[in-house]
């Protein structure tokens, strides 16, 4: 049985998040970047904000998590990303992705 690798993208609020999972299971890699001090200085998530720091950060934490799990995008079966609810633009980053 072909094992299968998920690529999973978390951009619902303000972490940047991708994942690769073997098998549903075994996890290869787990990379986030944070906006936690961005943030801070305004008491809260600001959405737009966050939403362009994902724009700016999804490219290279999908690099690292692929570096990470020591793979390229052909290794890939399936990609999961978020899409609700959250930040009204957060799918826009698996759009920068293609």
Known sequence: ??????????????????????????????????QIEIHKKYGGVVPEI???KHLEAISYVTMEALNEADMNF????????????GLVRSFTCWNKLC
């Open 1 to 34: 049985m072909k094992d299968i690798v998920v690529l999973g993208i978390e951009t619902s609020c303000d972490e940047t998040a991708v994942a690769i999972v073997k098998n549903g299971r075994e996890v290869l890699a787990n990379v986030i970047n944070s």
């Open 50 to 52: 966050a939403s362009r």
């Open 74 to 85: 052909e290794d890939i079966d399936l990609i999961a990303c978020t899409y609700g609810p």
